[in-house]
């Protein structure tokens, strides 16, 4: 089957797929990723593999995307608006979901996971961090769905969409350190103050000061820009966005947390964010989604799902119970009202956007190789589940805290 005609297949069925998806009250992404799966070499052998080992450029171009929009979520007014009782909750939700997966895999993945040669230090440490990492993230367009499509309104509400919309950047934060932490471990790096913690926060730093330094040359490119149109500033995103993603690589900085920084840059000092963001949205947003997620269910290794389920219902376990605590403990913290306290976790638990594309920038390190599909196998697992089980919680959640309308739910 010639490349195009791949394409081709992909993204019609990714399209179709996510709309079943949402017919039946089910996030579109869930669908993707859903038509992936189908599409899998492994299961249909429709796609043929060695194109799967070769979408790299697609899932990175992708990631830029992506990132960038998160960082267009951290409008200073917009989080100064919220209040700490959402960057509260948000901290904690987040840090003990991460505490809650990492601690929890390095007491049960040594019973689990037998990998030749594996050890405490190249094997089992690496993979919690990664796993802990990318247990942070809230999928907010699922609640989105949930809150649109039941109207709902009120405290609980609100803080879940704030929550779930800034903690994807606490997440990549946890990312960013986890896989330069992993990287020390696997190659058998020494464990000096340097290697372990300043080299990691150096290139936090570093990774940043790019990203905003591409943001700054964006918004200055646009600042020359008087007669633009739709078109053209869908090419200078792409083409910056490309820019700032492959320097940041080439520097062996963080990617993600440059382009997601270029994002924030953008939402905040350029006179045309609003425009910029929403022309995003309406033309680039829906094909990203359905080309990215539908690739990412392509990668699925059923052996290693076969093999690693029970993994991935501990999974499940240990980042809810996190979830749970944190977004109970943030709220006593803030001293939040009582439904924020008992009923906002229940809108956390989806998990898509963002995780699969970081699981995915890990598996292109080579050095991850030995446990790679077994991070990733385990990630879209949970994201299914998550993605099924999270919206009806959700639900669940604003119905007992009273704010959906009656007769809606």
Same mark, same amino acid.
């Given at each position: 089957?010639?490349?195009?005609?791949?394409?081709?297949?992909?993204?019609?069925?990714?399209?179709?797929?996510?709309?079943?998806?949402?017919?039946?009250?089910?996030?579109?992404?869930?669908?993707?990723?859903?038509?992936?799966?189908?599409?899998?070499?492994?299961?249909?052998?429709?796609?043929?593999?060695?194109?799967?080992?070769?979408?790299?450029?697609?899932?990175?171009?992708?990631?830029?995307?992506?990132?960038?929009?998160?960082?267009?979520?951290?409008?200073?007014?917009?989080?100064?608006?919220?209040?700490?009782?959402?960057?509260?909750?948000?901290?904690?939700?987040?840090?003990?979901?991460?505490?809650a997966?990492?601690?929890?895999?390095?007491a049960?993945a040594?019973?689990?996971?037998?990998?030749?040669?594996?050890?405490?230090?190249a094997?089992?440490?690496?993979?919690?961090?990664?796993?802990?990492?990318?247990?942070?993230?809230?999928?907010?367009?699922?609640?989105?769905?949930?809150?649109?499509?039941?109207?709902?309104?009120?405290?609980v509400?609100?803080?879940?969409?704030?929550?779930?919309?800034?903690?994807?950047?606490?997440?990549?934060?946890?990312?960013?350190?986890?896989?330069?932490?992993?990287?020390?471990?696997?190659?058998?790096?020494?464990?000096?103050?340097?290697?372990?913690?300043?080299?990691?926060l150096?290139?936090?730093?570093?990774?940043? *000061? /790019? @990203?905003?330094a591409? +943001?700054?040359?964006?918004?200055?490119?646009? %600042?020359?820009? =008087? !007669?633009? #149109?739709? $078109?053209?500033?869908?090419?200078?995103?792409?083409?910056i966005?490309?820019?700032?993603?492959?320097?940041?690589?080439?520097?062996?900085?963080?990617?993600?947390?440059?382009?997601?920084?270029?994002?924030?840059?953008?939402?905040?000092?350029?006179?045309?964010?609003?425009?910029?963001?929403?022309?995003?949205?309406?033309?680039?947003?829906?094909?990203?989604?359905?080309?990215?997620?539908?690739?990412?269910?392509?990668?699925?290794?059923?052996?290693?799902?076969?093999?690693?389920?029970?993994?991935?219902?501990?999974?499940?376990?240990?980042?809810?119970?996190?979830? *749970? /605590? @944190?977004?109970?403990? +943030?709220?006593?913290?803030?001293?939040?009202? %009582?439904?924020? =306290? !008992?009923? #906002?976790? $229940?809108?956390?638990?989806?998990?898509?956007?963002?995780?699969?594309?970081?699981?995915?920038?890990?598996?292109?390190?080579?050095?991850?190789?030995?446990?790679?599909?077994?991070?990733?196998?385990?990630?879209?697992?949970?994201?299914?589940?998550?993605?099924?089980?999270?919206p009806?919680?959700?639900?669940?959640?604003?119905?007992?805290?009273?704010?959906?309308?009656?007769?809606?739910?």
């Amino acid at each position: 089957m010639n490349s195009i005609l791949i394409v081709g297949v992909i993204v019609f069925s990714g399209f179709i797929c996510g709309e079943i998806a949402k017919k039946i009250k089910l996030p579109k992404i869930t669908g993707y990723i859903i038509a992936g799966v189908l599409l899998n070499p492994d299961l249909s052998g429709i796609i043929p593999a060695n194109f799967i080992a070769h979408t790299d450029l697609v899932t990175n171009l992708c990631l830029c995307f992506i990132t960038f929009s998160i960082g267009g979520t951290l409008l200073y007014p917009r989080i100064k608006k919220l209040g700490r009782g959402i960057l509260s909750i948000t901290l904690c939700e987040a840090e003990f979901a991460f505490l809650a997966v990492t601690l929890g895999f390095l007491a049960v993945a040594p019973f689990f996971i037998h990998i030749p040669g594996a050890s405490w230090f190249a094997t089992f440490i690496p993979i919690s961090l990664l796993l802990g990492s990318l247990a942070s993230p809230t999928d907010p367009s699922a609640i989105l769905a949930v809150t649109q499509e039941y109207k709902a309104r009120g405290k609980v509400c609100s803080t879940m969409m704030g929550v779930a919309a800034f903690d994807d950047v606490t997440g990549i934060i946890n990312f960013s350190l986890a896989i330069i932490i992993a990287r020390v471990f696997v190659t058998g790096g020494s464990f000096s103050i340097y290697s372990s913690l300043l080299q990691p926060l150096l290139i936090v730093v570093a990774s940043i *000061i /790019l @990203g905003i330094a591409f +943001g700054l040359i964006f918004n200055w490119v646009t %600042s020359f820009i =008087k !007669k633009e #149109t739709e $078109g053209v500033f869908i090419v200078l995103i792409l083409g910056i966005l490309a820019f700032c993603f492959g320097i940041a690589r080439y520097l062996h900085f963080d990617e993600l947390l440059s382009t997601m920084t270029m994002g924030a840059v953008v939402v905040n000092y350029n006179a045309k964010s609003n425009r910029i963001f929403k022309i995003l949205e309406r033309y680039t947003d829906e094909l990203i989604f359905v080309v990215f997620f539908t690739i990412s269910g392509m990668y699925l290794n059923f052996s290693v799902l076969a093999s690693y389920f029970g993994l991935v219902l501990l999974f499940v376990v240990f980042r809810d119970v996190g979830k *749970i /605590l @944190g977004a109970w403990t +943030g709220a006593v913290i803030a001293k939040s009202p %009582s439904a924020v =306290k !008992k009923y #906002t976790a $229940g809108g956390l638990i989806p998990q898509g956007g963002i995780v699969i594309g970081l699981a995915l920038l890990m598996k292109q390190n080579d050095i991850f190789n030995a446990f790679s599909d077994i991070v990733i196998s385990i990630i879209i697992g949970a994201t299914v589940i998550h993605e099924f089980i999270g919206p009806i919680l959700a639900k669940i959640a604003l119905l007992k805290a009273g704010e959906i309308k009656e007769g809606i739910g």
